[in-house]
């Protein structure tokens, strides 16, 4: 029997045997379906919740002063510790596995209008790094740069928020803003950005000026001075680093002020890195479980595929013995079994990875909550389950079909069904 007409053949059989060869079909293409959105699920958790943690910043590190509670050097402890424009070289020199160190400084009462509006926003300054380590895009002009910062020029970035408020239905790039009557020149306004975590406020609400301005021109309160700032931002070269670049800067910030490095009430960290790492700790498990559920899934399913193949043909025992008493090999018989079952695996693995693909594309149609980023399939979980439960259905198919040809083809004919 040639290729072409053995597989016409299987095709007639199929076709002769619908309702079976639907509910194989149908069982394997259903557990495809159900592991692609199940995996395509917990992804778009993932990524969702990943996303969400990098807009406050990626792998930051904010370094807040305190009040020491250990005693170090003969100084008591209660003491208050606050951070200096002196503590940076030192720092940046004994920090080599620190990407970036740089100073912030805010502040929440500085009269801001435009010639349009007023408004209440927090202030801060910084150095141009800041924009990267806190994931500040720009949604129009640009940020402060280096020569912004040397020169204490007065630009500032606006917030979208700070920017809708403050100027209206108005492009404000090129604008004045004025912060406690000094002019600044709005050079950038952020991009949108969705924010679940902060230690300061949303950055949507904020005016970002050159630490050199914002030195001059809004100094520290007491008990801080004209010297002092309020936090730290620290970023690791790597991921792999991060706990040697917190250790560091512990340490040098100790030494310059007098307090024991492994105090920390005297050098709170707010630390993303850790949460990051605590996250992934979490999907991990999340993803175990997943994959467990995924793999009883597909037991059950491969379950029912093998009853259904096996039974279907047990019931064609009697087929098999007159193809034998006509002079049909064992092979041949073996060949069509295998093909019915292949084909009926490909059949129904295509049009299950197509409808659970064709799901998560509808889906994803829809708004989603900032935490989800939608059902993001996974071309290896489809093909993983395609292939166990493919493996399945031609293995239950052929272990029937060798057994009942193996047989004496009287004894074959003689075979009931139901018996």
């Known amino acids: 029997m040639v290729l072409r007409d ?3 053949d299987v095709l007639r059989t199929l076709w002769s045997h619908k309702l079976r060869t639907f509910l194989t079909m149908f069982g394997i293409a259903w557990g495809i379906i159900s592991i692609v959105l199940m995996v395509a699920a917990g992804e778009g958790l993932r990524k969702g919740q990943q996303t969400q943690a990098e807009t406050m910043g990626k792998d930051v590190m904010i370094v807040f ?3 020491t509670s250990l005693q170090a050097g003969g100084t008591r402890a209660g003491r208050t510790v606050h951070w200096q424009d002196a503590d940076m070289g030192a720092i940046q020199a004994q920090t080599p596995d620190c990407q970036y160190t740089i100073p912030e400084l805010e502040q929440d009462d500085v009269r801001i209008h435009s010639n349009y509006n007023n408004a209440a926003f927090l202030v801060t300054g910084s150095l141009p790094p ?7 895009g720009v949604g129009q002009g640009r940020f402060y740069d280096w020569d912004d910062t040397r020169e204490g020029r007065r630009v500032a970035f606006l917030g979208s928020d700070a920017a809708k408020q403050l100027f209206p239905g108005r492009n ?3 604008e004045n803003v004025y912060l406690n009557d000094f002019p600044y020149i709005v050079i950038g306004v952020m991009a949108k950005k969705k924010q679940d975590s902060a230690y300061d406020g949303w950055d949507v ?9 914002m030195r001059r021109d809004f100094p520290d309160k007491p008990p801080g001075t ?3 700032f309020d936090q730290l931002l620290v970023t690791p070269k790597s991921y792999e680093q991060h706990e040697l670049c917190k250790r560091e800067v512990r340490v040098a910030l100790g030494q310059m002020h007098n307090f024991d490095p492994n105090d920390k009430e005297a050098c709170p960290i707010w630390d993303t890195v850790q949460e990051a790492k605590a996250f992934r700790q979490m999907t991990d498990g999340m993803k175990y479980f997943l994959g467990a559920v995924g793999v009883v899934t597909l037991f059950l399913g491969g379950l029912g595929v093998m009853n259904v193949m096996m039974v279907a043909v047990r019931e064609r025992t009697r087929e098999i013995g007159v193809r034998k008493a006509l002079g049909a090999p064992a092979r041949t018989i073996l060949r069509q079994f295998f093909i019915e079952a292949l084909l009926i695996a490909c059949l129904s693995g295509g049009i299950g990875l197509g409808i659970a693909f064709g799901l998560c594309f509808l889906v994803d149609l829809l708004p989603m909550p900032d935490f989800f980023a939608g059902l993001l399939p996974t071309w290896g979980s489809g093909l993983l389950a395609c292939g166990l439960l493919g493996t399945i259905s031609v293995l239950s198919a052929l272990y029937p079909a060798r057994k009942a040809a193996s047989i004496d083809p009287i004894e074959a004919l003689r075979f009931e069904a139901g018996g």
């Open 6 to 8: 053995l597989i016409g």
């Open 65 to 67: 002063h305190g009040r």
């Open 130 to 136: 800041f924009q990267d380590i806190r994931s500040l």
């Open 172 to 174: 404000p790039v090129g």
């Open 205 to 213: 609400n904020k005016v970002f000026i050159p630490f050199g301005a």
């Open 226 to 228: 004209s010297t002092t």
